[in-house]
């Protein structure tokens, strides 16, 4: 059904264009316009330039990124989450922002290129009058978006917006950040005023046109305006007297839209496109699987600048310092020198700095890790843990965690590190562990068993253990694996172990920037059971779990392997398991990060306790919210300032909170030797206790099996 | 300007081990192989003062088999363009006297300015073999070097040595020098893998004594002493007192009286 009095031409109702306007002064705002575009036009050249002088790098297959962010766009999903406000006003922002500009596109489409070309026309009639309702009310979504954004930077005072830095004092030069507040608030306020005076100007030309029943009757079309209008008339305003404040207006709101326009390559505007394309070329395991280095190059790692690819440069580009890494990130929260925002913003002004003027600035100039200004220092890089919390909730897919492994390799080339980190890489040189022990020790956890665990070098099995290093050697953790024996054993698996050829399989070596080690390590476990038969790999080990599910495929080595936690819901199950009794603790589980968000095993550790029996009580940061242990990135083998707050004891802390916590319930060997210490050194050593699922599993078990599923294999 | 840096590679006993047939050494199956440690500060010493300076060479050399090629690799990986290692089967088991002959041989071939030798290694301890180069080539030396003042050319060089009770002596002494360089000096550098495998690309020269010009006459008679049996001492009781506090007095107490009554 047509909204016309069909007495009327349909052609007669829309909005004539520069109405009233001698000819000159519609040219002088083409001129304006199109120098706003040539501004855009050339300030989009240079982010371009700045990012062509990253390495290259091919992304393909492009469309399902593509696809994917478009999804991501209509859902806003990555905004939503942990913020649903801001997400959801973002949500009309952007949809607002979105559809004018669609309608000022459709309006130049008609009225530049197809009427003066073909003499199509189409911006009349009914199409004219939804497309007026549409932009009233697309300009209201804009502005209630806009408003809660300054009520959200203004009385929310949201500790993640106040751009203070854990990696710069004070008396730095590039301590300040009030730059970024001003250029934040100046963005809140020039699109609230380009959407207000769009209103104003709408009612204004309403007023003048009063007497226009082709403008006046369908006023309500546009229904902000008419109401603006309907007030401007109460005031009694003069037909007159609206025109010349049309004409003011009309110039206000267009000169500001087009200076908008100009300056967005250059402010953070310019996220609307970085962050799209950010998103369209994300990676969907960028903790999970770094990125392989070649070691004949004649250089590693990213100490410089141009050392990172486009895409990253692209990546600093498209932060909008939303603060969702700063708040999630266990070394800010615990007071260490990193924040990942932080990190993201001072690589952004350092290439802002040496890669947008014509010349390319020579050598030490491009220099990225330092302590001048913008430069990233080492001890911001040394203080991540790789847990990727950044990496997980960052709404736009900024990869924080591939960035700061490619600054520690050119640190490791250097030389600069910690010379208790030092010490270690040695020992896994000549040693293959991580603790310094001696090779043929690897297996002595084994001798406290009453059976032997078949020699997988020797014989075949159907389940290969690959132990890990902590696994073997630390004492608490020994424990575990001996009961994992145990739960296996009995279980009537058919598993065997690498005994003293196994070398610790090198996750965190890599996430320590030791690329060369780790490709020998990785290389060398290939081989080895490249020469052992077996069906699948277990491991209750994440990291070890991690980066041979991950990262070993890349040398060649292709295995079906599994965590002993999803291993044990299996076992659980299938009745593998028989269980003489149910546990009656109630319990909390914490996500290790490379079990959980690396890999997404949050579900079978928790099944596995349900089937136990236990009652689960969820801290408030868990799942993929988890608060690292600290542990990570090879931050067990440096050691943590007395003066502040470990990581694991901050997260003991939170643990405590829960009313009769009996067990707090760990799935990694790390885990275990970070929270075992820090359980007492917060005090909670009566409290609660910490220990494996592994261990609950043990304590339940009916290990005096006979027939059943215990039957399929022998027993010994 | 060069200076020539002796590094050795030492065994790594395991907790557990038994003795060689003969006597004379531990049985190969329970040695691991790596650098000595003291060795990373004389070569970090050397490469800081190539560093600083131009036209200034650096060359590791080892006295030792095949494998302890690594260990000049591990040197190669954090700097030097290249390293001499000399070999002869008739050299296995030799001592520091014979070990330094052939350092200093090699020495007077490579005309080295300056020789820095680690103070000791870390399986037989001698702290010989440094300053028994200085002999060989009749300069002087200092040991137990902990820190070091030395501008390449320069006619001498200041020293630090650490001495008891925190003691320090400085004194000067005239180039070239052997000096035997202690742990602590610096802050050695890592070598990372990747380094160690590209160092695989620089050469490595592999001398005889022969080529050295040193007979087999002259290394048996350098021998300055000779090796008669190893032997593991006979090992301590240790017993570790259990229980309550009252039940461990007691059993203090009885330890007490049962030595008391021995004795």
């Given at each position: 059904?047509?909204?016309?009095?069909?007495?009327e031409?349909?052609?007669?109702?829309?909005?004539?264009?520069?109405?009233?306007?001698?000819g000159?002064?519609?040219?002088?705002?083409?001129?304006?316009?199109?120098s706003?575009?040539?501004v855009?036009?050339?300030?989009?050249y240079?982010?371009?330039?700045?990012?062509?002088?990253?390495?290259?790098?091919?992304?393909?297959?492009?469309?399902?990124?593509v696809?994917?962010m478009?999804?991501?766009?209509?859902?806003?999903?990555t905004?939503?989450?942990?913020?649903?406000a801001a997400?959801?006003?973002?949500w009309?922002?952007?949809?607002?922002?979105?559809?004018?500009?669609?309608?000022?596109s459709?309006?130049?489409?008609?009225y530049?290129?197809?009427?003066?070309?073909a003499?199509?026309k189409?911006w009349?009639?009914d199409?004219?009058?939804?497309?007026s309702?549409?932009?009233?009310?697309?300009?209201a979504?804009?502005?209630?978006?806009?408003?809660?954004?300054?009520?959200?930077?203004?009385?929310?005072a949201?500790?993640k917006?106040?751009?203070?830095?854990?990696?710069?004092?004070p008396?730095d030069?590039?301590?300040?950040r009030?730059?970024y507040?001003r250029e934040?608030?100046?963005?809140?306020?020039?699109?609230?005023?380009?959407a207000?005076?769009?209103?104003l100007?709408?009612?204004a030309?309403?007023v003048?046109?009063?007497?226009?029943p082709l403008?006046?009757?369908?006023?309500?079309w546009?229904?902000?305006?008419?109401?603006i209008?309907?007030l401007?008339?109460?005031t009694?305003?003069?037909a007159?007297?609206?025109g010349?404040?049309?004409?003011?207006?009309?110039w206000?709101?267009g000169l500001?839209?087009?200076t908008?326009?100009?300056?967005?390559?250059f402010?953070?505007a310019?996220h609307m496109f970085?962050?799209?394309?950010?998103?369209?070329?994300?990676?969907?395991r960028p903790?999970a699987?770094?990125?392989?280095?070649?070691?004949?190059?004649?250089g590693i790692?990213?100490?410089r600048?141009?050392?990172?690819?486009?895409?990253?440069?692209l990546?600093?580009?498209?932060?909008?310092?939303?603060g969702?890494?700063h708040?999630?990130?266990?070394a800010?929260?615990?007071g260490?020198?990193l924040?990942?925002r932080d990190?993201?913003l001072?690589?952004?002004?350092?290439?802002?700095d040496t890669?947008?003027?014509a010349?390319?600035?020579?050598?030490?100039?491009?220099?990225?890790i330092g302590t001048g200004?913008n430069q990233?220092?080492?001890?911001?890089l040394?203080?991540?843990?790789?847990?990727?919390?950044?990496?997980?909730?960052?709404?736009v897919?900024?990869?924080?965690v591939p960035v700061?492994?490619?600054?520690r390799r050119?640190?490791?080339?250097m030389?600069?590190m910690?010379?208790?980190l030092q010490?270690?890489?040695?020992?896994?040189?000549?040693?293959g562990n991580?603790?310094?022990?001696?090779k043929?020790?690897?297996?002595?956890?084994?001798?406290?068993l009453?059976?032997?665990i078949?020699?997988a070098?020797?014989?075949?099995?159907?389940v290969?253990?690959?132990v890990?290093d902590?696994?073997?050697?630390?004492?608490?953790?020994?424990?575990?694996?001996?009961?994992?024996?145990?739960?296996l054993?009995?279980?009537g698996?058919?598993?065997?172990?690498?005994?003293?050829d196994e070398?610790t399989?090198?996750n965190?070596v890599?996430?320590?920037?030791e690329?060369?080690l780790?490709?020998?390590?990785?290389?060398?476990?290939i081989?080895?059971l490249?020469?052992?038969?077996?069906?699948?790999?277990?491991?209750?080990?994440?990291?070890?779990?991690n980066?041979?599910?991950n990262?070993y495929?890349?040398?060649?080595?292709?295995?079906e392997?599994?965590h002993a936690?999803?291993m044990?819901?299996?076992?659980l199950?299938q009745g593998q398991?028989r269980?003489?009794?149910?546990?009656?603790y109630?319990?909390?589980?914490h996500?290790p990060?490379?079990?959980?968000?690396?890999n997404?095993?949050?579900?079978?550790?928790?099944?596995?306790?349900r089937?136990?029996?236990?009652e689960?009580?969820?801290?408030?940061?868990?799942?993929?919210?988890s608060?690292?242990?600290?542990?990570?990135?090879?931050?067990?083998?440096?050691?943590?300032p007395?003066?502040k707050?470990?990581?694991?004891?901050?997260?003991?802390?939170?643990?405590?909170q829960i009313?009769?916590l009996?067990?707090f319930v760990?799935n990694?060997?790390?885990?275990?030797?970070?929270?075992?210490d820090?359980r007492?050194?917060?005090?909670?050593e009566?409290?609660?206790q910490v220990?494996?699922?592994?261990?609950?599993?043990?304590?339940?078990?009916?290990?005096?099996?006979?027939?059943?599923?215990?039957?399929?294999?022998?027993?010994? | 300007?060069?200076?020539?840096?002796?590094v050795?590679?030492?065994?790594?006993?395991?907790?557990?081990?038994?003795?060689r047939d003969d006597?004379?050494?531990a049985d190969?199956?329970?040695?691991?192989?790596?650098?000595?440690?003291?060795?990373d500060y004389?070569?970090?010493?050397?490469?800081?003062?190539m560093?600083a300076?131009?036209?200034?060479e650096v060359?590791?050399?080892?006295?030792?088999?095949?494998?302890?090629?690594?260990?000049?690799?591990?040197?190669?990986a954090k700097?030097?363009?290249r390293a001499?290692?000399?070999?002869?089967?008739?050299?296995?088991?030799?001592?520091?006297?014979?070990?330094?002959?052939?350092?200093a041989?090699?020495?007077r071939?490579?005309?080295?300015?300056m020789?820095?030798?680690?103070?000791?290694?870390?399986?037989?301890?001698?702290?010989?073999t440094?300053?028994?180069?200085?002999?060989?080539?009749?300069?002087p030396?200092v040991?137990?070097v902990?820190?070091?003042?030395?501008q390449?050319?320069?006619?001498?060089?200041?020293?630090?040595?650490?001495?008891?009770?925190?003691?320090?002596?400085?004194?000067?002494?005239?180039?070239?020098?052997?000096?035997t360089?202690?742990?602590g000096?610096?802050?050695?550098?890592y070598?990372?893998?990747?380094?160690?495998?590209q160092?695989?690309?620089?050469?490595?020269d592999e001398?005889?004594?022969?080529?050295?010009?040193v007979?087999g006459?002259?290394?048996?008679?350098?021998?300055?002493?000779?090796?008669?049996?190893m032997?593991?001492?006979?090992?301590?009781q240790a017993?570790?007192i259990?229980?309550t506090?009252a039940?461990?007095a007691a059993?203090?107490?009885?330890?007490?009286?049962?030595?008391?009554?021995?004795a």
């Open positions: 059904m047509s909204p016309l009095d069909t007495t031409s349909a052609q007669q109702i829309t909005r004539i264009l520069f109405q009233g306007f001698p000159w002064l519609e040219a002088a705002f083409y001129i304006v316009g199109f706003a575009i040539g855009f036009l050339y300030g989009c240079v982010q371009v330039r700045k990012y062509r002088r990253g390495r290259p790098l091919s992304i393909s297959p492009l469309g399902r990124g696809w994917d478009v999804q991501l766009m209509l859902s806003h999903r905004l939503s989450r942990r913020d649903p997400g959801h006003t973002h009309l922002i952007f949809f607002g922002f979105g559809l004018l500009f669609l309608g000022t459709t309006i130049t489409l008609e530049d290129i197809l009427a003066p070309l003499g199509v189409f009349y009639g199409f004219y009058l939804w497309f309702l549409v932009m009233d009310i697309a300009g979504g804009l502005i209630i978006g806009l408003l809660y954004m300054m009520y959200r930077r203004e009385w929310l949201l500790p917006l106040d751009y203070a830095r854990p990696d710069r004092g008396q030069p590039d301590y300040d009030s730059g507040r934040d608030w100046a963005f809140l306020w020039a699109l609230v005023l380009i207000v005076t769009g209103f100007l709408e009612a030309r309403l003048w046109l009063r007497a226009d403008v006046w009757d369908y006023r309500w546009s229904p902000a305006g008419a109401a209008a309907w401007l008339n109460a009694g305003m003069s007159e007297g609206a010349t404040l049309r004409v003011g207006l009309w206000f709101h500001l839209a087009l908008f326009i100009a300056l967005i390559p402010t953070k310019k970085t962050a799209m394309a950010a998103l369209a070329i994300r990676d969907p903790a699987l770094l990125p392989k280095a070649d070691l004949s190059a004649s790692g990213a100490g600048i141009t050392d990172f690819t486009w895409k990253q440069l990546h600093f580009d498209a932060c909008t310092k939303c969702r890494c708040e999630a990130c266990p800010n929260a615990t260490f020198p924040s990942p990190l993201v001072t690589l952004r002004e350092f290439a802002n890669l947008s003027s010349a390319l600035p020579a050598g030490e100039a491009l220099a990225a200004v990233v220092r080492p001890e911001t040394w203080s991540c843990r790789t847990c990727a919390a950044c990496v997980e909730i960052c709404p897919g900024i990869e924080h700061i492994v490619e600054m050119a640190l490791i080339d030389s600069s910690e010379p208790t010490k270690v890489l040695q020992n896994i040189q000549t040693k991580s603790l310094g022990e001696n043929r020790k690897r297996p002595a956890w084994t001798k406290k009453d059976f032997k078949k020699d070098r020797e014989e075949p099995v159907d290969l253990w690959f890990g902590y696994a073997s050697f630390d004492p608490r953790y020994q424990k575990v694996s001996q009961a994992f024996a145990r739960i054993h009995a279980a698996v058919d598993f065997g172990i690498l005994y003293e070398m399989a090198g965190d890599r996430r320590v920037g690329e060369g780790y490709q020998h390590l990785a290389e060398t476990n081989e080895t490249g020469a052992c038969t077996f069906r699948r790999i277990v491991t209750t080990d994440p990291h070890t779990y980066t041979i599910r990262e495929p890349e040398f060649g080595g292709r295995y392997i599994e936690s999803a044990i819901r299996r076992m199950a398991i269980l003489k009794k149910k546990l009656d109630r319990v909390t589980y996500d990060c490379h079990l959980g968000r690396l997404k095993g949050y579900d079978p550790p928790r099944e596995s306790m089937m136990l029996g236990a689960i009580v969820e801290m408030k940061r868990t799942r993929d919210n608060f690292c242990c600290g542990a990570g990135g090879g931050r067990i083998w440096m050691p943590d007395t003066d707050q470990k990581p694991s004891e901050n997260r003991m802390r939170e643990a405590a009313d009769g009996d067990v760990v990694c060997p790390k885990c275990m030797n970070m929270f075992e820090a007492k050194s917060t005090g909670n009566e409290r609660f220990m494996e699922l592994i261990e609950l599993v043990a304590e339940c078990m009916d290990y005096d099996q006979h027939g059943g599923a215990a039957g399929q294999a022998a027993t010994g | 300007m060069k200076i020539l840096v002796p050795k590679q030492v065994a790594v006993l395991d907790e557990d081990f038994e003795l006597g004379l050494d190969p199956d329970f040695i691991d192989h790596e650098s000595n440690e003291w060795d004389s070569y970090e010493a050397a490469l800081q003062i560093e300076h131009g036209g200034v060359v590791p050399m080892t006295v030792g088999p095949e494998d302890a090629e690594e260990s000049l690799r591990r040197c190669l700097g030097g363009e001499i290692r000399v070999w002869d089967d008739a050299l296995t088991g030799a001592g520091p006297a014979t070990v330094a002959k052939l350092i041989a090699v020495a071939r490579e005309g080295a300015d020789v820095f030798a680690g103070t000791l290694s870390a399986d037989h301890s001698y702290a010989m440094g300053i028994c180069v200085a002999a060989e080539l009749g300069w030396h040991a137990v902990t820190a070091l003042e030395y390449p050319g320069a006619a001498t060089a200041t020293v630090h040595r650490e001495l008891e009770a925190g003691l320090v002596e400085k004194m000067t002494v005239e180039c070239p020098a052997v000096l360089i202690q742990l000096i610096n802050q050695p550098r070598a990372s893998l990747r380094g160690v495998k160092a695989k690309e620089k050469p490595v001398l005889s004594p022969a080529d050295l010009g007979s006459e002259e290394l048996a008679a350098s021998a300055s002493f000779r090796l008669r049996r032997f593991k001492p006979a090992r301590g017993e570790l259990e229980g506090a039940e461990q059993r203090l107490a009885s330890i007490i009286k049962e030595l008391r009554g021995a």
